[in-house]
């Protein structure tokens, strides 16, 4: 069986990505999930949660190491990237991290919702998007 430090399953109408209590996120593991979501479920249009609560940032997590991870998701997926993605955090270091990814892909056509509750967050992201009719 596949031993991953995080899992992708299907929950609520959208993609749930949670990372193992205590892991230390770096951007290689998340380049390591999108790429295994990507294989599972493609790329156009997808709604996903990505569950950080219980991980902290690996020491070096800061503004270069994110911008790689923007830089990544531009270089191969491009305007492709149509995601409506829901971040899940449980502190202020994720908060802030996860602010500074929302506000490094501003321009991009995706939506990127920070929440602290993970009801609000599937909540959020069943919604349908401005452009599809509906509130975001």
């Given amino acids: 069986m596949d031993q991953r430090i995080y899992k ?6 959208c993609i749930l ?15 390591e999930a ?3 979501e990507n294989k599972l479920y493609g790329i156009p249009g997808r709604h ?6 219980g991980c902290r940032p690996s020491p ?15 270089s191969n997926f ?5 995601n409506k993605t829901a971040l ?9 991290l996860s602010r500074m990814f929302q506000a490094l892909v501003d321009g991009y056509p995706t939506h990127i919702g920070i929440f602290l509750n993970e009801d609000d967050a599937l909540l959020w992201i069943s919604q349908k998007l401005d452009s599809e009719g509906e509130s975001q």
Avoid at 48 to 53: A, I, K, L, Y
């Fill in 34 to 36: 999108m790429d295994h």
């Fill in 48 to 53: 996903d949660c990505w569950d950080f609560r």
């Fill in 60 to 74: 070096d997590f800061g503004y270069d190491a994110m911008s790689r991870v923007v830089e990544y998701i531009t």
């Fill in 78 to 82: 491009g305007g492709k990237w149509r």
């Fill in 88 to 96: 899940l955090v449980d502190d202020s270091t994720q908060y802030g």
């Fill in 8 to 13: 992708i399953a299907e929950k609520d109408r």
């Fill in 17 to 31: 990505v949670e990372f193992q209590k205590g892991l230390e996120i770096s951007p290689d593991v998340i380049i």
